[in-house]
């Protein structure tokens, strides 16, 4: 089945770590996008990428890094210097993101201990 | 920065009665869609409607688009318990950016 998958469902990082989140689909979808979603609040766009080697910021990128080196991969790098990390992170993607609805991953939900 | 806002923030409603949430939005569209989202999980896409259409019909969802009001609706009728969920609105700027800007969402809970 085609879908998006996010992993690790739960990531605890510790005080000055760096972290991963990996999002992967099989859709053959161009455009990939990551939101943060803190608790009882909408998503806010953190990047997002229309084509491999091409990603753009969103509204909160700061402390925030990502690489699209593969049509198939958008990972997100939560850096030390996001000073508020604790969230619940969403990967979506689009393959025409004026004409079709975004699909989802289940989400990655990041603590920091 | 936030385009959508949905009202009511939180709604309560008897299983079979009917729901029906808001979604505000502040600059021209190109078009308007609704998610929804069960506790903890990924977002599930309901219905897209775009800027020159006034209303769309997807099984029990009804959803209207009001361009002069910057307004939508989502109505669902004969609300089922699983229907319990959060609903979000999420516009496409007409500015050509291809990136949407979701709503705060509205927490529906429907009573068996």
């Known amino acids: 089945d085609g879908g998006i998958t996010q992993s690790p469902k739960y990531l605890f990082r510790k005080e000055g770590q760096n972290v991963t989140l990996s999002c992967e689909q099989n859709l053959n979808h161009d455009a990939m996008y990551w939101y943060r979603q803190d608790p009882g609040q909408g998503l806010r766009l953190i990047y997002y990428?229309?084509?491999?080697?091409?990603?753009q910021k969103g509204d909160i990128a700061e402390g925030y890094s990502v690489s699209r080196e593969k049509k198939e991969s958008f990972p997100l790098t939560v850096t030390s210097a996001q000073k508020n990390p604790t969230a619940f992170y969403l990967c979506?993607?689009?393959?025409?993101?004026?004409?079709?609805?975004?699909?989802f991953g289940s989400g990655t939900r990041l603590t920091v201990v | 920065s936030q385009q959508g806002e949905e009202d009511p923030q939180a709604l309560s409603i008897q299983e079979g009665e009917n729901a029906t949430m808001n979604c505000s939005y502040k600059t021209s569209i190109n078009n308007l869609q609704w998610y929804r989202q069960n506790s903890g999980r990924g977002l599930v896409h309901l219905i897209l409607i775009r800027s020159n259409e006034r209303e769309k019909h997807s099984g029990r969802l009804r959803v209207t688009l009001d361009t002069s009001k910057k307004s939508s609706s989502l109505l669902i009728t004969a609300s089922r318990a699983a229907d319990t969920a959060s609903y979000f609105c999420?516009?496409?700027?007409?500015?050509?950016?291809?990136?949407?800007?979701f709503g705060t969402g509205t927490r529906l809970k429907v009573l068996a």
């Open positions: 990428s229309q084509i491999v080697n091409d990603f």
């Open positions: 999420a516009t496409l700027r007409a500015s050509g950016t291809y990136k949407y800007i």
């Open positions: 979506a993607s689009s393959i025409s993101p004026g004409t079709y609805g975004y699909t």
